[in-house]
Every structure is written in C-alpha cells, then in structure tokens.
C-alpha cells in the first residue's frame, strides 16, 4: 500500500464500494501511505506475513484468505497479485478481474509477463484504466473481455491548509509521482536546474518516492539548489500543493491513466505533459501544453513558455478541467459495479 497512483485508486475506490454496501476485503504485502484511508474505513485489510518479496508462501495465504472471506469475486491488483492472487482465484474456483494499470510499454517481454497472460486467459475479465491497456492485451489476443475504466478523480475534499509560505511573490512548479526512471525525473531536473538559474522567484517542489531519489538529491546539493528545489516525500496535501501551483509537470515515458496528472487538471493547476499516448487520451493541444519529452531543450524551452504566457496557460488549465466530468467517483463506480455483476453472473 506503498505512495504510488495504483495504491491510490485502490484505496478510494473500496473505501467508496464499502460505503456503497459492498464487503470489501483486501489481501496485501506492505504497509504504506494509502493504507490510512482503508483504516479509517470500513474495509477489511489483511496483511500477508513474508519473508520478502518473493517469498513461496504468498499463494497459501492468499488461498487461505479466500477460504476464510469466501467471496464472490476476486479483483487483482498489480503484477504480483494478477499472478499469485490469479492464481489463487483459478485453485478454488472464485471468478476473477485481473487489473491493467499501466500500457504495452512497461511490460518487458519476458517469463513473468508470458505467466500473467496466460492467468489472465482465465480471468472473467480485465479492466484497463487507459486505451493504452486495452490495445497491450489487444496485441497478446487474449479472448478475455476487455473493458475501459478509467481512473477516478478525488480531491479529497477540503483543502488542507498549507502552513508553509514561499519566500515573497515566488512562483511554484509542482512535480509528483514515483521518483523511478520512467517518468523522466532526472531529466527534468536537469530543465528545471537551468530555468531555475535564469529566474529568482521560482521554487520547485518535487513529491514522491521512489529509487532516484538519492540521485536526485545528489544532483540539487551539486547544483546549490536546495533554496530553490526540494525533495518533500509522499503528501497527502497534494490537491492543496497543486491549487497553489502556477505549473504541474509531467513528462513520464509512459502511463496509463496517470493520477497526478487528472489531480492537477482538477485543481485547475496548468500542465505540461510528455506527448504521449496516455495524455493524448485525455487532453488536446487546446487544454495543456505538450513536450517531446526526449529533448532536454524541448523541455526547458516548453515550461518556459507555460511560465512566460502565464493567461494562456491558465486557460488552457480551465479547458482541461471541464475533461473531468466523465472522472467523477460515482461514474467510475457505477462502471466497476456492471463489470462485478457480468462477472458473478
């Protein structure tokens, strides 16, 4: 239940089922930061206690939780459990929905994804948060139904109250996510550096965890950035960071349906995006502002005008932000809730 986009929907979307009458239960490995909100909730949660990652006792705990919920239907989420918790489900007969949450281009073509596939020929059927999703398992011609629910878009609310202030009239860029190679993170750093030597009233905060992290630490205490770049962790203020924020940057690699982009739509805080598929689902040209995100110039030269044309960049954000009706909670439940009744059926 660690501080990723996936944890997150997981963890909103069975608090709300739950609230909705559904008895929710969930089978996890480790704690993290999403797990609060299922305390708080009226979720049943089960931690699997092992010795490590890929410790051979996963399955019979997992077999063993299904015996003693005895539930109707199985929903797996994340590599490990769409193989293990697959598994289980097919063992004791319980029908099962394996999770897409990411595209083709995550997915390395090797034993561990040629296992998941083959599990999921058995599922009821698999659920995609992205088009880039559905056309991965599209390409591996699996007979399994394949259905398109896209992530659901929470602020969680009330905005928290930032105690923190920024030094005089500074600007904020907000960048959030896991701090891992896929989403670009040193290179844009490297961008940020050079626009941010160039001005003296902007500051950048960088949310997230992740294997870069030192690295990328190492690179602002080298650079003499650390007035101005920070490293702050996982938040859960995150919608209040982004309400505040003159500019979201996110130029992963590939997604599938990313949170922190569609969280920062909603706050209607401006976006510069990678141009790639996963964002393309979501916005056009008239809503954010895209960069080839393989270009260190490119990047720099495309914050700098987000910045500079600060009126265009907000309407655009106001565009993007009317995008999120078809994201609202009820509707991504109420889809979920058709796929679980086709699935017990």
Same mark, same amino acid.
Request: a neutral charge.
């Given at each position: 239940?660690?501080?990723?986009?996936?944890?997150?929907?997981?963890?909103?979307?069975?608090?709300?089922?739950?609230?909705?009458?559904?008895?929710? $239960?969930?089978?996890?490995?480790?704690?993290?930061?999403?797990?609060?909100?299922?305390?708080?909730?009226?979720?049943?949660?089960?931690?699997?206690?092992?010795?490590?990652?890929?410790?051979?006792? #996963?399955?019979?705990?997992?077999?063993? #939780?299904?015996?003693?919920?005895?539930?109707?239907?199985?929903?797996?989420?994340?590599?490990?459990?769409? %193989?293990?918790?697959?598994?289980?489900?097919?063992?004791?007969?319980?029908?099962?929905?394996?999770?897409?949450?990411?595209?083709?281009?995550?997915?390395?073509?090797?034993?561990?994804?040629?296992?998941?596939?083959?599990?999921?020929?058995?599922?009821?059927?698999?659920?995609?948060?992205?088009?880039?999703?559905?056309?991965?398992?599209?390409?591996?011609?699996? *007979?399994?139904?394949?259905?398109?629910?896209?992530?659901?878009?929470?602020?969680?609310?009330?905005?928290?109250?930032?105690?923190?202030?920024?030094?005089?009239?500074?600007?904020?860029?907000? %960048?959030?996510?896991?701090?891992?190679?896929?989403?670009?993170?040193?290179?844009?750093?490297?961008?940020?550096? %050079?626009?941010?030597?160039?001005?003296?009233?902007?500051?950048?905060?960088?949310?997230?965890?992740?294997?870069?992290? *030192?690295?990328?630490?190492?690179?602002?205490?080298?650079?003499?950035?650390?007035?101005?770049?920070?490293?702050?962790?996982?938040?859960?203020?995150?919608?209040?960071?982004?309400?505040?924020?003159?500019?979201?940057?996110?130029?992963?690699?590939? *997604?599938?349906?990313?949170? %922190?982009?569609?969280?920062?739509?909603?706050?209607?805080?401006?976006?510069?995006?990678?141009?790639?598929?996963?964002?393309?689902?979501?916005?056009?040209?008239?809503?954010?502002?895209?960069?080839?995100?393989?270009?260190?110039?490119?990047?720099?030269?495309?914050?700098?005008?987000?910045?500079?044309?600060?009126?265009?960049?907000?309407?655009?954000?106001?565009?993007?932000?009317?995008?999120?009706?078809?994201?609202?909670?009820?509707?991504?439940?109420?889809?979920?809730?058709?796929?679980? $009744?086709?699935?017990?059926?």
């Amino acid at each position: 239940m660690g501080s990723g986009g996936a944890e997150r929907q997981l963890s909103i979307l069975t608090t709300a089922l739950s609230e909705k009458g559904l008895d929710c $239960h969930i089978g996890y490995c480790s704690d993290g930061p999403n797990l609060e909100r299922l305390s708080a909730g009226m979720v049943s949660i089960h931690q699997f206690s092992l010795k490590n990652n890929h410790d051979p006792r #996963l399955l019979l705990h997992i077999i063993g #939780l299904i015996r003693a919920v005895k539930p109707d239907l199985i929903q797996t989420w994340l590599l490990q459990m769409d %193989v293990m918790g697959g598994l289980a489900a097919v063992l004791t007969g319980v029908p099962f929905i394996l999770s897409e949450r990411s595209s083709a281009s995550c997915y390395p073509n090797n034993w561990k994804f040629f296992l998941r596939k083959k599990i999921a020929d058995k599922a009821s059927s698999i659920v995609a948060n992205s088009q880039g999703g559905i056309n991965y398992w599209r390409s591996l011609k699996t *007979e399994t139904p394949l259905f398109l629910i896209r992530n659901c878009v929470q602020t969680d609310g009330q905005l928290a109250d930032l105690q923190e202030q920024l030094p005089g009239e500074a600007r904020l860029i907000v %960048v959030a996510g896991r701090l891992s190679p896929e989403k670009n993170v040193i290179l844009l750093l490297d961008a940020l550096i %050079v626009i941010l030597k160039k001005t003296h009233n902007t500051r950048v905060k960088i949310f997230g965890e992740g294997p870069l992290k *030192e690295q990328l630490q190492a690179r602002i205490n080298q650079q003499q950035m650390t007035d101005k770049i920070s490293l702050e962790g996982y938040t859960q203020n995150l919608p209040a960071w982004l309400s505040r924020a003159e500019l979201c940057i996110s130029i992963s690699d590939y *997604e599938g349906n990313p949170n %922190v982009v569609l969280e920062a739509a909603a706050a209607g805080c401006p976006l510069v995006l990678s141009d790639i598929q996963a964002h393309r689902e979501i916005f056009d040209d008239s809503q954010v502002n895209f960069v080839d995100h393989k270009s260190l110039e490119k990047i720099i030269s495309g914050i700098q005008t987000a910045l500079e044309h600060r009126e265009s960049s907000h309407s655009k954000a106001v565009r993007a932000r009317e995008v999120l009706t078809e994201y609202s909670l009820d509707k991504i439940l109420q889809q979920y809730l058709d796929v679980y $009744h086709k699935a017990v059926e």
